[in-house]
């Protein structure tokens, strides 16, 4: 399996443009975790996936931020406007959680480092 | 609040020399504290996963231990190489059901191997 696959790598935009973030999971998992990191708070949980239904979405700062998974092989992360403060590493994360387990292992992505100027 | 602390922030080492990492949390309710090693420009990955009732735990030349009374952990590193080099993340779960959505995240040791 490739991992998990999210796009792009990079992105720069200008502040007020939408971006939209993308993560393909490993086959077979069935939640889904976008994050965001930063030097000054580390790594924070935006949004939580369930069979690809969205479980905790408590962690998303703004109205401005949107995720969907439309399906369970693909989910999206958009920031519309986006703004300077929302530059980040954006990182995709899926693990299989059986139930009774709680030592599920969470494998994330390559993450998309997000420049807002 | 929960938290998880690491010390310290940095740390340069010489290539084959040990060292140790240390993190301290204030988590309640516990079902897991892990380690991941994080490469620049790259996403974390999983090194160790310890319930409260391990002690310790190895995976080659890492070795985490656990002190569930004290709420600490460590993580040590053997004989260090090059490719050690990288951000080591302390990450207590508090999550029973273990689905990963309660991970409280340390900000991290950022390491350094020279040669």
């Known amino acids: 399996d490739a991992g998990v696959i999210q796009s792009p790598r990079h992105e720069v935009t200008e502040m007020g443009q939408e971006v939209t973030l993308r993560c393909k999971p490993i086959?077979?998992?069935?939640?889904l975790f976008w994050y965001r990191q930063t030097m000054m708070r580390g790594l924070e949980l935006l949004i939580y996936f369930n069979n690809n239904v969205p479980i905790d979405d408590s962690g998303m700062p703004e109205d401005r931020f949107s995720a969907k998974m439309p399906n369970a092989s693909f989910s999206t992360l958009k920031i519309q406007p986006s703004e300077p403060r929302d530059s980040a590493v954006y990182f995709c994360?899926?693990?299989?959680?059986?139930?009774?387990?709680?030592?599920?292992?969470?494998?994330f992505g390559q993450g998309t480092r997000l420049t807002v100027v | 609040k929960n938290q998880v602390e690491q010390s310290p922030q940095s740390l340069i080492i010489l290539e084959g020399k040990n060292c140790t990492l240390q993190?301290?949390?204030?988590?309640?309710?516990?079902?897991?504290l892990r380690w991941y090693k994080q490469d620049t420009g790259r996403g974390p990955v999983s090194l160790t996963i310890m319930t409260f009732s391990e002690n310790t735990k190895s995976n080659g030349r890492y070795t985490a231990t656990l002190d569930a009374d004290t709420k600490q952990s460590s993580l040590h590193i053997t004989a260090s190489q090059l490719s050690d080099s990288a951000s080591y993340i302390c990450?207590?779960?508090?999550?029973?059901?273990?689905?990963?959505?309660?991970?409280?995240w340390g900000l991290g040791t950022s390491l350094a191997v020279n040669p």
């Open positions: 990450v207590v779960s508090g999550d029973y059901a273990g689905n990963n959505r309660k991970l409280i």
């Open positions: 086959s077979g998992h069935n939640s």
């Open positions: 993190c301290n949390y204030t988590v309640s309710p516990f079902s897991n």
């Open positions: 994360a899926s693990s299989l959680v059986r139930l009774g387990q709680q030592n599920t292992e969470a494998f």
